[in-house]
């Protein structure tokens, strides 16, 4: 490879054009937004106009509470939604059950990745409670019907925590109590999130900043940052294109014997759940790597690990496709060229393997 091809945009992708500028001129404006005096003010300004860009942005006509991330924005919803049953699905991101507590319940999924309604009926028959559902899962990109999961939570008298990472600024949001967002998957700064709550009456306060729900001096320049990439559009003008560049994908590696996951579900264009054919993960990452191309074995905060996915395992995906498992996400920029490169070299690795 004569480049890097960067196919890991679900952990994080690069910081857009608009978010760089906004960014540079956010730093001009370094106060403290919580201070009384007129340098304080001009940062409490652009924080607040990033506030009403960002719910602009993403169609969300409530509050919107800055943090340092998704992670964030889901611990605090977990911890302080005025309910007291905890329940979230068995494919949610790691920072759930962490949060939610052990005496939560776990909703299992059907073999596409899909949230067991008859589950929730009963999960949501005892006292009001949380639930905590993304909207599109991390590795396999699946997208669950959170409007019919939403109906359900409103008829019980319970509430919804959406984790919307993975969706935010690419396609629409699904309507729920709260929803966590991340400045870095959307072409945002690191270290940069917002839970978008619908009542903040729903949350206890803790005091501190952001209206008393959050504490902790604002991030001024990410919020504005994050608010000017989901402003851009990038990846929801970007998103017809990938859909067929996926495909694309997805044909070559079945061509080759391989496998993809979660193929029976809606899925968004971005994330690309695949398996090579007598290839385990571990193999197809380090050459894969040696070969110039970034990609991924699961989420970022596992991948490392190299553990079977509790995601897939609770899809009941068959053994081989476990150890051998790929996650393929796209950026607003990834070219035609870009995936013609990444097939080559998967062909190249299932060629070698069955050669050997």
Known sequence: MTRQLYFDHAAATPIHPEAREAIAKAMDDWANPNAPHADARNSRKMLEDARKSLGAALDWDHDVVFTSGASEAVSIAAKRACCNGRVYGATEHAIVPATMGEASKTLPVDRHGLVDMDALDEALAGDPCLVAIQHVNNETGVIQDIEAIYAKVQAAGALLLADCAQSAAKIDLPDADFIATSGYKLGGPPGIGALLIKDLSSLEACGGQEKGYRRGTQNVPGAVGMAAAASAGRFKEAMPRLKMLRQKL????????????????????????????????????????????????????????????????????????????LRISFGANTSDEDVDGLIAELTRIVERTKAA
């Open 250 to 325: 997805e044909d070559a590696v079945e061509s080759l014997g391989g496998s993809v996951i979660g193929k029976g579900a809606p899925r968004i264009p971005t994330i690309g759940a695949i398996a090579l054919p007598g290839v385990p993960s571990n193999v197809s990452l380090v050459q894969l790597d040696l070969a110039g191309i970034s990609v991924a074995a699961g989420s970022a905060c596992s991948s490392g690990k190299m553990k079977p996915s509790h995601v897939l395992e609770a899809m009941q995906v068959e053994a081989d496709q476990l150890s051998n498992f």
